[in-house]
């Protein structure tokens, strides 16, 4: 049965490659272009069932949320931070379907961890987590707790865990095919395709890639941007992450590394999603205050 279902996916892989050249023009989905711009959504990911991830997402969630309860280390629906990390993501979900347009139909959950670790996600399918440690030790301001968020949600948006899914598999299938045309059609390094199948089983457990990691940034600082939140914390939470890391190193860090080039890489959009911010808070943008981060605890 697995084997069928491989082959269905090789066939559709072989197709969509032959077809490839004929790809019509994207239509601009936003007339009003401003902002990050939107881009097509990873041509990969159509081969994960949508369906099965969000199933195996929505899991996972409640696994996690289950033990953390029989800890005492869900923080519960009433404390502030609970309602803090709730009301951030309210302002920023309504934005989320400019990047996926299946966002809209999806069940947000927002949760806190209580936790020293310093680090956040969201799963497919909208389901995010905070760890507690992260607010603390890093004295997040709302405009950063949403730049986190922001990041955290658009890794979700875009797709990356579905499209890595996918890669792994079609590592292995394309070793098999022989495909060169069919792995740079991929987007897959032609070296991971000679290393074969072994190489597959590994992919799946590892960080994000560079390139996911570095669209999560620009769609994150948008999306926070839309909702109202100073695009510039971006570039304050990356100094606070790397002044905390070099004292104690944060798992955040381990899964986003290079700071430095992320900071460089924010700040030249900051022409970009600087307009957007100034427009939804009624300001001039020549005339925005400077950005005012929170000091670090002692
Ligand atoms: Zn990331």
């Given at each position: 049965m697995k084997k069928f279902k491989l082959t269905l996916i090789a066939l559709a892989l072989a197709a969509?490659?032959?077809?490839?050249?004929?790809?019509?023009?994207?239509?601009?989905?936003?007339?009003?272009?401003?902002?990050?711009p939107v881009t097509k959504l990873s041509r990969l990911r159509v081969f994960a069932d949508e369906q099965e991830m969000?199933?195996?997402?929505?899991?996972?969630?409640?696994?996690l949320l289950?033990?953390?309860?029989?800890?005492?280390?869900?923080?519960?629906d009433s404390d502030?931070?609970?309602?803090?990390?709730?009301?951030?993501?309210?302002?920023?979900?309504?934005?989320?379907?400019?990047w996926n347009p299946a966002a809209a139909n999806w069940n947000w959950e927002v949760n806190l961890l209580n936790s020293d670790q310093v680090n956040a996600f969201c799963m497919p399918g909208g389901r995010i987590a905070f760890y507690s440690g992260i607010l603390t030790k890093l004295n997040l301001t709302d405009d950063e707790v949403?730049?986190?968020?922001?990041?955290?949600?658009?890794?979700?948006?875009?797709?990356?865990?579905?499209?890595?899914?996918v890669q792994s598999t079609a590592v292995s299938i394309a070793s098999r095919l022989g495909g060169a045309a069919l792995s740079s059609y991929l987007g897959i390094d032609p070296r991971l395709t000679d290393a074969g199948a072994n190489m597959a089983g590994q992919l799946t457990v590892m960080k994000f890639?560079?390139?996911?990691?570095?669209?999560a940034d620009l769609v994150g600082i948008?999306?926070?941007?839309?909702?109202?939140?100073?695009?510039?914390?971006?570039?304050?939470?990356?100094?606070k992450m790397g002044a905390v890391n070099s004292q104690e190193p944060m798992e955040f860090l381990s899964?986003?590394?290079?700071?430095?080039?992320?900071?460089?890489?924010?700040?030249?959009?900051?022409?970009?999603?600087?307009?957007?911010?100034a427009r939804v808070r009624g300001l001039d943008v020549n005339k925005l205050p400077p950005y005012q981060t929170s000091p670090l605890p002692n």
């Open positions: 969509g490659a032959a077809s490839a050249g004929q790809a019509p023009a994207q239509a601009p989905m936003n007339p009003r272009a401003d902002g990050i969000d199933q195996q997402s929505k899991l996972q969630y409640s696994q289950s033990e953390a309860k029989q800890k005492e280390a869900l923080v519960p502030p931070q609970v309602k803090r990390l709730r009301a951030i993501a309210a302002r920023i979900v309504p934005n989320a379907k400019r949403a730049m986190v968020m922001g990041h955290e949600i658009s890794h979700a948006l875009r797709e990356h865990a579905r499209k890595r899914a890639s560079r390139g996911d990691e570095t669209e948008d999306l926070a941007a839309r909702a109202g939140y100073d695009p510039r914390a971006g570039l304050a939470l990356w100094q899964t986003h590394p290079s700071g430095e080039s992320r900071i460089q890489d924010m700040q030249k959009q900051m022409p970009l999603v600087l307009p957007v911010y």
